[in-house]
């Protein structure tokens, strides 16, 4: 399979994305934001991370090949930096999907935040399994850390947002 | 100092904080067991307060209308402490040409 070799960047791309964006989503529930500010910080902090990402990636694959002046060299590095790209804005859009709909239709915002974390739930699943296939290590311990990552990163941005949410209403 | 630009440069703070943590645990989860810096993170936590201050006094000084307020709130100074604090460390990245700065214990 010709995209089998892609995969650790599509691994590295999928965790940032959606580690990140689920930070942001978080922590602006935690501070209480609108979904409207929700919508337009997750946007905008997930193309210009990705595109910063994939830009970091690809200048970190020239700097290690030095030696490879070629086009080919060249060339599949800017495949791989397109791949986490692509990965870091397609995977790392699925926190914001629940709110999206919520553009549309009246929902509760508490209630799309818990869709949203349910659905980010089974990207990191997905993202460990494949990342066990690729470390060729325990898919179970792939997932559980995968997920656990997620978990970490969701509860430290609420637990930030909500805490200064406080701190300021009590100033 | 007025109560508000504490609280926006502590939010900015707090969004570097969380930057800082997110990140440590990215790496160390991710890839392999790596340091933790101190100064590293430190100086990520002071740039993310710096960007979410210099969010809120150019919104301020510049009578700009962003996400509809006239004003930053300390809410959405920490998410652009927060924002800004990691696309500033992948601009960092793209100048030094690594991967991640976290380095791994050895």
Known sequence: MRFK????????GSIDGTVTTLAVVAGAM??????KIIIIMGLANLVADGFSMAMSNYASLRSADKDNKSKQGKKEARKRAGITFSSFLLIGFIPLVPFSFGLFKSINLNLLFL??????GLAFMLIGLIKAKVNQTSILTSIVKTLSLGALAAGLAFGVGYGLEQLIQSL | MDTYLISIITAGL?????????????????YREVK????????????SGLVGLL?????????LTLLG????????????GYAGGDFIENVFKIITGKTSLYLPKN
């Open chain 1, 5 to 12: 070799k892609f995969l650790p960047e599509f691994v590295y």
């Open chain 1, 30 to 35: 935690g501070a209480s934001l609108g979904l």
């Open chain 1, 115 to 120: 869709i949203s974390i349910f659905c980010t």
């Open chain 2, 14 to 30: 707090a969004g570097g904080v969380l930057r800082g943590l997110v990140g440590y645990f990215k790496y160390h989860f991710s």
């Open chain 2, 36 to 47: 933790f810096k101190p100064r590293y993170f430190l100086a990520l936590v002071g740039i």
């Open chain 2, 55 to 63: 969010a809120a006094w150019i919104t301020d000084d510049l009578g």
């Open chain 2, 69 to 80: 307020l006239n004003r930053i709130s300390p809410a959405i100074a920490l998410i652009i």
